[in-house]
C-alpha cells in the first residue's frame, strides 16, 4: 500500500525506475495528474527507485513497516 500520490502515465519515459508509478496502491490510491509539457522537460515528482529490492523497502517504509 502506498500512502503517496501515485502516477499512471503509461507515455512516461521513466515509469520503470518511478517509485510513483511502480508502488503498490492502495485501495483507496490518490494519483497526482502530469501533464505532457512536464514530461518533456523531466518531471518534478520523479521518485527514483532502482531495483525490486529498492521497491519493497519503499513500500515498507510507507506502510509504516520500518
Not at 24 to 44: A, R, T
Not at 49 to 55: G, P, T, V
Not at 57 to 62: E, G, P
Amino acid at each position: 500500500m502506498a500512502d503517496i500520490a501515485m502516477c499512471n502515465r503509461r507515455d512516461c519515459a521513466k515509469k520503470n525506475t518511478c517509485y510513483r508509478y511502480l508502488a503498490f496502491p492502495d485501495e483507496y490510491q490518490s494519483y497526482i495528474v502530469i501533464d505532457k509539457v512536464n514530461l518533456d522537460d523531466g518531471c518534478d515528482e520523479y521518485w527514483r527507485c532502482r531495483d525490486k529490492k529498492e521497491l519493497q523497502l519503499l513500500n515498507r517504509l510507507n506502510e509504516g513497516g520500518i
